[in-house]
């Protein structure tokens, strides 16, 4: 009993210092390339609705999601609130915090029970017909050892919904 107990409590310390020792912030970056004007892609970064109706990869996941927008049409302030099966889409929302405009859209992510995160969508005209759409992630995982653990596995569960977010967004753009 003593050896079983000796052998949890230390695969448990050995967790805990793993979580300190990983990264405190959790970074995710994606690009793709588009063949159509930035005007037709940014109008699809700047607005919450197309993102959601368009190319978001979760949109799909949930049929019986509850989707509410509010504060600006568009740009500055625009808001989504989403909630659905916490085991697919959870409950969140997603703010448009700040925008340069024809390059770039900070948006803010607030997990319900899991913190928040910083999202950009960066523009870039390549001048031959072709943008450059990058799309950034990054959360601050703090001094949580457990969400730090997590934040290591951001590629492994977030990067292919990231990639098949922008296939449907260069599809989008490219009819």
């Known amino acids: 009993m003593i050896t079983a107990l000796i052998i949890i409590g230390s695969l448990i310390v050995l967790i805990v210092l793993f979580g300190f020792l990983s990264p405190r912030y959790a970074r995710l970056h ?16 700047i607005d919450l609705k197309n993102f959601v109706g368009n190319w978001s990869p979760w949109s799909k996941l949930d049929p019986n999601m509850k989707q509410e927008f509010s504060g600006s049409e568009k740009g500055l302030g625009a808001r989504y609130f989403w909630s659905g ?23 803010k ?32 995982n703090g001094m949580n050892p457990i969400a730090r653990i997590f934040g290591r596995m951001m590629e492994k569960f977030i990067g292919p919904d990231y990639e098949k977010g922008l296939r449907s967004l260069k599809d989008h753009c490219e009819k």
């Open 30 to 45: 994606r690009s793709i390339e588009i063949k159509a004007s930035p005007e037709v892609i940014w109008e699809q970064m």
């Open 85 to 107: 099966d916490p085991k697919k889409v959870g409950e969140g929302t997603m703010e448009i915090i700040e925008v340069k405009e024809g390059k770039k859209v900070d948006t």
């Open 109 to 140: 992510i607030a997990f319900k029970g899991r913190g928040t995160a910083i999202a950009c969508f960066i523009l870039e005209d390549n001048g031959s017909g072709t943008c450059k759409v990058t799309w950034d992630f990054e959360s601050d």
